[in-house]
């Protein structure tokens, strides 16, 4: 099936521009969902998904990277990618799932934020302020990921307990791979920008109450947009009984 895409523009009718990535990811993994691969199917050659979607490779790489993260296929070095699941049930990233991480980052996160409100320094807030003001400029996914990473770890270093900070950092590489994955699919950028400069002024204000009303309502638009991103497997289809 030619999708007929560029990486730059698909023609998919919504209301945020769908990417050149996203079409390939929403195509290869309704074939998976409807059962054109089955389980233990090898995927296509990327030679051959790059010719037949028109897409570059590295819009194929990171399509196939997200399927890998929702859990419908794994690589094998030297075979290729393997159909593994058929429905997306919890994605992982890095070693842990969303699941188990957005659990922790409620329970360290949420009071980290009320912590660094009553204990930040005026250094702490210059330096958040700095990669706010960073992640706002920023166009680059890559890069603005890892100011976002850096901006978390800044927040738990305000609230002066080196173990929060040791936990975040223990987290980190999979904090970056849920923010790609929330950025690249979800349209997240934006969004995130305007919660953590409301965080940072909760903080500017030594507000605890509103730091940690602010990290809350981050989480939970973190969390909506993943299960966003996850539902379409688990729901009728439009039309279906139940819509």
Known sequence: MNLNLSDSQTGVVAPRRVSAMEAVLTHLRGAIE??????????????ELCRTLEVSRPVLREALRALQTMGLTRSRTGKGTFVVADAVEDPTFGDYAAGDLMEVRRHIEVPVAGYAALRRTPEDLDHLVHLLERMERETDTTSWVALDTLFHLAVAQAARNPVFRRVIEEIRDALARQSAFLTELGGRREQSNREHRALVEALTDGSEHDAVQAMTHHLDRVENTLTAIV????????????T
């Not at 089955?38 to 990327?46: R, V």
């Open 34 to 47: 409807r059962g054109e691969y089955a389980i233990g199917d090898k995927l296509p050659s990327e030679a």
């Open 231 to 242: 539902r379409p497997a688990h729901h009728p289809a439009p039309g279906g009984p139940g």
